[in-house]
């Protein structure tokens, strides 16, 4: 790396610099200088910022230090404002601590994206985080790459971005060690690409209503599958992948997602047969345990999941917070997605039994290994797998070896069986895992591979691991993190090559450390894996002899730098990987890399009787081979040379790599930060080996080798044009940057080696800006101190001045003060002269007035003891009288009472005495049969009543009736008297029309007519009275039903009580008479009571009877049958009728014609102006105005035709008419585009309200017969005019929204309005920023052309608030959300500018009597006050959060963080911007952005207007409507009551 001089480095070491010293608990600390000193040695002493007791003393001589370029200095460390950039290669210092110190402080502020380059670096929260919600995806969507924060949408949108402009394929890699969140991470990248909208693209497919198409949802559901079947709990991570998988995404031309393709790498199948402690097999065991119903698991004779060897070794069966029920479930879904039935996942999970019941099977034996025949799991696993059980005990407890001559079988050690058992399920299991691959592949990949135009690719592969024990699985990992890696500097390296061939600068190669060593080591002829290979096909190879092949292969010096012989083992080895020395444990590498299985049990499986079993292994065996498959020639099997795991691996990862090489990559790298997965824990010497590890840090090395610095001439122009005289950049819009830039560099930069100048940037070696920053501050420091100098001269000879001012203006005050204390003091002289005066005269009146007041006080005395003595005395001689009265009343009455009492006793007893003898009288008649013949008379008296009364009530009703007949009869020759008069009065109209025109009128005609038209008032008058009489009777008809049910009533209860007495008197003897007359009155009651109902329910026989009366069966259908016949109500010509119904002319001429083409230009007539319709009330009235204009002219055409239809009974013709109506305007609309888009949906939206208020207005028919049946069919239409007013509304808000969406972020956010207060994005002096493409302006004029609409189109005043609330509501969460997601550009000045729009927002509202709708930009104006708030303390932050109440933690920790700091402002401290984070985390509202959807838009309807049907027949129509105006011309000639 290219360094400054030395002593241009040590200049930067002044007091106060900040540095970082290594720490092995901290990784790096942070230190202050206190002290320099330099002369032959250099010693610089520094304070812990910690640990203010610590000291670090760095000391070296100057020549040691020339010696080494300085490069044992301490690593600077950066200044607080740029700590927590966004993208480490921005930092002034770019240094391994710094790295470390930003990537922290970021993580402490709930930040866990961070870009490095070309590298985004993804840190596991492991929280739930808020950044993968849709309304994030779709902010997203269309961005570019530095607007928004980092994030993992970011690099998926850009990979997105390069294949449509460069029709290239792109490849995602997304790396780091278990648990760093590589598995979740492809997960969201996937997810970005089924759910994102790409709002620039044509030609993209419809989606559902959860914004994915079919392709997209298998897509997503093969996540779920893989993780089943190939993820498990570790010790590192929950839900660890235990394979690698490139998948990619297949794009037809119009970048719509048709396919996916997944390549797998390297199953981890030895999990399968063990697991460490605390981790787990895999997902899918554990899901079939748990989720499986109770019948299915019985059949399979399953258990609980620690019931099984395969899955009981660690101990560990649950993982906290997953339901394995639920994922189950889930896993099923998703393999239905992907084309698996439910029969097909019956036979996977039998053959996942099986393979459990497989790890039960118990070998036994000391010698030699045996089984039971009657082992349970044995059996089952047979019975599953459908192979002999016989068989497959056998060829598991003993081996056949083959020779040319003959074949020897030999029994088996309980070891050896135990590895061929195991063989045979990973075998299986790994087979079932390929298969599960080639399904999914085979239902996402494209029906035709021609329409693939490019793809994108993500690979998700283990990151490099390094454990105590390192066996084949990590010794191929790293292998591919190698090859990796090579490919990752390969492609830095390129890219900064080709950037400095691009600006044309002169460069040296940069040299870099190339890994292809330890790579040839690996996957040389004679390499490492060829070795294995090697040793993996002798008979009797060993792990021994592998391992000392490797001793005596690699001893040679090209390989001693990348292969090491451990000191105390001869069984392992160390491969010097670029990321770490690992050592590996040669024990295992044999079987692993062989994974043979015994040809005994390959075909004992290819014959088994589960045929999903024998066509999984055949379909797996043809795509691996492509030879013919062994089943039926065992010998033939064991000819044939079996590839290693290894060489698979090997071939594999060579394909992928050329996959890779062959697209543009993008480089994703997860960061674990500490071990025990806790929550926002940040453990730096583990994130530190994994920077290393994953090359974040070699790319940081390899750009500092060249030129890691680049600034355009404009930003350098604007941060440093300080350094130079004013002259040179005056004025400032004229300047040339280029020759500004040289000539501050020529002045400030003696060694041209330090920066190269290109085509439109310059280029700087590592730790020039540190310098140029340091001239930069020089430069500001000398002008502020000159500031300073000039401001405290001015600021003391202002004090001056203000002193001799005010020693003036204080004397005048002493001189005041004198004058006034002169006169108060004679002013008290005076007062004091009044005051004695008045004082002795009070003293004398004093003395005076109390010797009279006691005077009087004595006289009171005296005379209130004299007037006591005598009150005493009266009243005791009272007291004395009324105790002689009392007394003499009291014995009077007590005599009394004496005499009272004795009189009442003696009647008691006489009348007790005669009460004894009635009751035997009463007693002895109630046994009488007199008495029953009594009642009975009774009774029957009482039916002859109400058979008389019925009678009565029956006759009265018969007079009502032939009168109700006479009235009616009388209204219908007064309803022909009335046409008659109105048919001559319309002839009548002409000839007074000619009349007056010719001035020739009679005083005789004028005379008939004003009598006529009286007498047509008279008879109007008459039939409303009829009408009123008509209901009268009415109402006294049901009075009488009421009446004759009482009566009912009543009689029903008599009977009962006379079947009662039959009853009682059953047992009575010699009562025969008495019961034949209550079985005859029985008899009489019931002819009576039949007889009733006979005349409640008897209709009229004429047709002209009133609706009142008219009753319809309760089973009549909701549905109008076409065969079904109705009255006609007015009799019209057959002319009329048949245009009405004819489908071919009329309707159809309104279909194309009326709705296609009748619609007001607004153009036409002056909205802007006074001659614009205004919205009168809520419920508008009507003109014959709005339909001489044609703006309401359809709804009225409309209304027309179905009134008519009702009148004449074509009721199944009105629906079709109306609902075909409504179809084709809906259609009509959709079809519109342009800028009259919007005045077409309100236009319609006026028309369809307007129609529905006439459709309200709709008269009961003359004749009842089928009123009911069009109270439904309108009832039908109210609803379909309502649902199309909705649809309509929904359109109108979709299309306000297109527009606004362009308008709202430029016209309210960028443009700016309020001068003195520019804000700027980067602070750039020069070249200002472009202005916003829309102004506040443009946009209230839209809202202006808005209201002109709706007013001009007479919408009602709610539908006008509605579409400005909802207007508003749009602008203010589109502005808030845009301002919460973009980075460095909240100002305190940008607050300004918005809130000064937003006033001019809430002044437009006012102005249209609308200030509600201002409250829908709270969010926004919270935001403005936020911006400019003080954040300097904590205390500033509580007051924050009590003025932003309506923000969420949440929103205002990422407002805070997106804050953009001035030059002259102090950056955020970095304990605040936690304590925000903190709060955040922990409060439950978790919401960032605000929800911007259109489809959730509710209309509230409108009242109906009040409106009055017109005659038609005059209107001026612009359109050539031949029928229509034919059916107005026929309807006129009609006669309609």
Avoid at 77 to 88: A, M, Y
Avoid at 495 to 516: A, G
Avoid at 673 to 691: D, Y
Avoid at 1367 to 1378: A, E, L, P
Wanted: aromatic residues 8%.
């Amino acid at each position: 790396m290219v360094t400054p001089p030395l002593s241009q480095q040590l200049d930067l070491y002044s007091k106060d610099t900040k540095v970082w010293f290594a720490d092995d608990k901290e990784g790096w600390v942070s230190a202050t200088c206190i002290s320099k000193h330099i002369d032959d040695k250099v010693t610089l002493l520094f304070q812990n910022d910690i640990d203010n007791s610590k000291e670090h003393i760095f000391e070296a001589t100057y020549k040691e230090l020339e010696k080494n370029n300085g490069s044992t200095l301490p690593p600077l460390r950066n200044p607080n404002k740029l700590e927590s950039t966004d993208d480490l290669t921005s930092l002034s210092y770019l240094n391994e601590p710094s790295v470390l110190h930003t990537i922290r402080k970021r993580y402490d502020q709930k930040i866990i994206y961070t870009y490095s380059g070309i590298v985004l670096i993804a840190t596991n929260p492991f929280d739930r985080v808020s950044l993968y919600e849709p309304d994030i995806i779709q902010k997203y969507s269309g961005s570019r790459r530095g607007d928004l924060d980092p994030h993992l949408f970011a690099i998926a949108e850009d990979a997105y971005r390069c294949m449509i402009r460069q029709q290239q394929n792109q490849t995602i890699i997304v790396s780091g060690e278990s648990g760093a969140g590589k598995t979740v991470s492809a997960k969201y990248i996937m997810r970005y690409f089924a759910t994102a909208d790409d709002k620039e693209a044509t030609g993209k497919l419809a989606k559902n209503n959860q914004g994915m198409t079919e392709v997209e949802e298998q897509i997503l559901a093969t996540n779920p599958i893989m993780e089943a079947f190939g993820n498990a709990k570790t010790t590192r991570n929950d839900n660890s992948s235990r394979f690698g998988k490139y998948i990619e995404i297949q794009f037809d031309k119009e970048c719509n997602i048709i396919g996916a393709k997944i390549k797998t790498y390297l199953l981890e199948r030895s999990r399968l047969i063990y697991q460490p402690e605390t981790e787990r097999n895999y997902h899918i065991f554990y899901q079939l345990c748990s989720g499986l119903p109770s019948k299915e698991k019985q059949q399979l004779g399953l258990k609980n999941w620690s019931d099984y060897h395969y899955l009981n070794q660690s101990g560990a069966g649950t993982i906290p917070g997953v339901d394995d029920a639920e994922e189950f479930e889930l896993t099923q879904q998703s393999l239905i997605k992907v084309g698996i039935s439910k029969d097909i996942q019956t036979y996977l999970f039998q053959l996942l039994a099986a393979l459990l019941h497989m790890g039960n099977i118990d070998i036994t034996g000391r010698g030699d290994a045996m089984i039971a025949e009657d082992d349970p799991s044995l059996l089952m696993t047979t019975k599953l797998l459908g192979i002999k059980t016989s068989d497959f005990r056998k060829w598991i407890v003993r081996r056949q070896i083959t020779t040319r001559s003959e074949k020897i079988v030999t029994n088996l050690s309980p070891t050896q069986a135990q590895v061929v058992r195991d063989s045979v399920a990973k075998h299986i299991y790994a087979h079932l895992f390929d298969w599960l691959v080639d399904i999914v592949n085979d239902t996402l990949s494209s029906s035709s591979p021609e329409s693939v135009a490019t793809f994108i690719g993500v690979l998700d592969i283990y990151g490099f691991e390094h454990f105590k024990k390192n066996s084949f699985e990590q010794f191929c990992i790293n292998y591919a993190n190698e090859k990796l890696q090579q490919q990752f500097n390969q492609h830095v390296f390129k890219l900064e090559q080709e950037e400095y061939v691009r600006e044309e600068i002169n460069w040296k190669f940069i040299e870099f450390s190339d890994n292809q060593k330890c790579i040839e080591m690996i996957e040389a002829k004679m390499g490492i894996l060829s070795l294995l290979d090697e040793e993996s096909r002798l008979p009797s190879g060993t792990d021994q002899a592998f391992c000392n092949k490797l001793y005596q292969t690699f001893a040679s010096p090209p390989y001693q730098d990348y292969f090491k012989k451990p000191r105390f083992s001869n069984s392992s080895f160390t491969v010097v990987h670029y990321a770490h020395d690992v050592q590996y444990e040669a024990e295992g590498f044999m079987d692993k890399n062989k994974d043979t299985v015994p040809d005994e049990h390959l075909a004992l499986l290819q014959g088994a009787e589960f045929n999903f079993l024998v066509d999984m292994l055949q379909e797996n065996n043809s795509s691996n081979s492509g030879s013919d498959s062994p089943t039926n020639s065992p010998k033939r099997l064991s000819l044939v040379k079996k590839p290693t795991l290894g060489s698979i691996f090997k071939l594999s990862l060579i394909s992928l790599m050329d996959t890779i090489g062959q697209t543009n990559v993008h480089y994703i790298r997860c960061i674990k930060p500490n071990e025990a997965k806790a929550a926002w824990q940040f453990e730096p010497n583990m994130v530190l080996a994994q920077l290393r590890a994953c090359g974040v840090l070699e790319t940081i090395r390899i750009s500092c080798s060249g030129y890691p610095t680049r600034w355009t001439f404009s930003d350098f122009v604007d941060r440093y044009y300080v350094l130079v005289p004013s002259d040179q950049w005056r004025p400032r819009n004229k300047a040339d940057e280029r020759k500004l830039c040289g000539a501050i560099l020529d002045t400030h930069v003696t060694s041209p080696d330090r920066y190269q100048i290109g085509l439109t940037k310059i280029f700087f070696r590592a730790g020039q800006l540190a310098y140029m920053e340091k001239l930069r501050t020089d430069r500001w420091s000398e002008v502020a101190i000159l500031l300073q100098k000039n401001m405290r001269r001015y600021m003391a000879r202002l004090k001056y001045k203000q002193t001799l001012g005010f020693i003036l203006k204080l004397q005048q005050v002493a001189r005041k003060k004198h004058g006034r204390a002169l006169l108060h003091q004679l002013r008290q002289d005076k007062a004091a002269t009044v005051i004695q005066s008045y004082w002795r005269m009070y003293v004398v009146r004093k003395a005076f007035l109390e010797r009279r007041a006691f005077i009087i006080k004595l006289q009171t005395a005296v005379r209130s003891v004299m007037a006591k003595k005598h009150f005493s005395m009266v009243r005791k001689h009272n007291a004395a009288t009324q105790i002689q009265s009392l007394v003499r009343g009291w014995m009077v009455r007590r005599l009394y009472q004496t005499k009272r009492q004795f009189v009442i006793r003696i009647q008691s007893c006489v009348r007790r005495r005669q009460a004894r003898k009635q009751l035997v009288v009463i007693k002895a008649e109630a046994r009488s049969v007199s008495h029953f013949k009594e009642v009975s008379y009774k009774l029957e008296t009482r039916v002859v009543e109400l058979t008389q009364s019925l009678t009565r009530q029956k006759e009265e009703k018969g007079h009502l009736k032939e009168k109700a007949t006479e009235l009616e009869e009388q209204v219908r020759n007064w309803i022909e008297k009335y046409d008659q008069l109105d048919q001559r009065a319309k002839q009548l109209d002409p000839t007074t029309e000619d009349e007056k025109t010719s001035s020739t009128t009679t005083t005789d005609n004028s005379n008939k007519w004003h009598q006529w038209h009286q007498e047509r008032q008279g008879l109007e008058q008459e039939y409303f009275t009829s009408l009123n009489k008509i209901k009268h009777q009415d109402k006294e008809i049901e009075r009488l039903r009421d009446e004759l049910t009482k009566q009912k009533n009543e009689m029903t209860k008599l009977r009962d009580t006379s079947q009662k007495a039959v009853q009682s008197l059953a047992d009575i003897p010699n009562v025969s008479e008495l019961k034949s007359q209550i079985a005859a009155l029985k008899s009489q009651l019931s002819h009576t009571l039949n007889r009733q109902p006979h005349r409640t329910i008897k209709q009229p026989s004429t047709h002209n009877g009133t609706t009142a009366l008219h009753q319809q069966p309760e089973n009549n259908k909701d549905e109008i049958s076409s065969n079904e016949l109705f009255d006609i109500d007015t009799q019209v010509s057959q002319d009329l009728h048949t245009l009405l119904l004819d489908e071919q002319t009329l309707h159809k001429e309104i279909y194309e014609s009326l709705i296609r083409l009748s619609i007001t230009d607004p153009t036409t007539r002056d909205i802007n102006g006074d001659n614009g319709c205004d919205a009168k009330s809520e419920k508008q009235v009507t003109t014959d105005d709005s339909i001489s204009t044609n703006i309401l002219f359809p709804a009225h055409i409309i209304d027309l035709c179905l009134v008519l239809m009702w009148k004449l009974g074509d009721l199944v013709e009105s629906e079709q008419f109306i609902f075909s109506t409504i179809d084709v305007i809906r259609k009509h609309c959709q079809e519109q585009h342009g800028d009259d888009v919007l005045a077409v949906y309100l236009y319609w939206l006026t028309n369809a309200h307007e129609l529905l208020s006439l459709v309200f207005i709709m008269e009961p028919l003359k004749t009842s017969t089928h009123q009911h049946a069009v109270d439904k069919v309108v009832n039908k239409v109210k609803y379909e005019l309502q649902r199309l007013q909705m649809d309509l509304f929904g359109q109108v808000m979709k299309e306000i929204h297109i527009k606004l969406n362009k308008m709202a972020v430029a016209a309210v956010i960028e443009s700016q309005c309020l001068p003195g207060f520019l804000a700027n994005d980067t602070g750039r002096l020069f070249n200002n920023n472009q202005a916003a493409a829309f102004t506040m302006d443009d946009l209230i004029r839209y809202f202006d052309h808005v209201i002109k609409l709706i007013e001009h189109y007479q919408l009602e005043i709610s539908t006008k608030e509605q579409i400005v609330n909802e207007m508003i509501k749009y602008v203010g969460v589109t502005c808030f959300n845009d301002m919460v997601m973009r980075r460095n550009y909240n100002s305190w000045k940008r607050a300004m500018q918005v809130q000064y729009n937003l006033v001019r927002l809430e002044e437009w509202c006012q102005a249209q009597n609308m200030s509600d709708a201002t409250l829908e930009l709270e969010y926004l104006t919270q935001t403005t006050k936020l911006l400019q708030l003080k954040k300097n303390s904590l205390d500033d932050i509580q007051i924050i959060y009590d003025v932003c109440w309506t923000l969420s933690p949440t929103q205002i920790q990422k407002l805070m963080q997106n804050y953009h700091v001035a030059e002259y402002e102090e950056p955020i401290s970095h304990e605040i911007l936690r304590v925000v984070s903190a709060k955040a985390t922990s409060h439950d509202n978790k919401q960032l952005l605000l929800d911007a959807t259109t489809d959730q838009t509710i209309f509230e309807l409108p009242q109906p207007r009040t409106v009055v049907r017109h005659s038609l027949v005059n209107v001026d129509l612009k359109l050539d409507l031949p029928h229509v105006q034919r059916l107005l011309v026929l309807v006129s000639n009609e006669k309609f009551t």
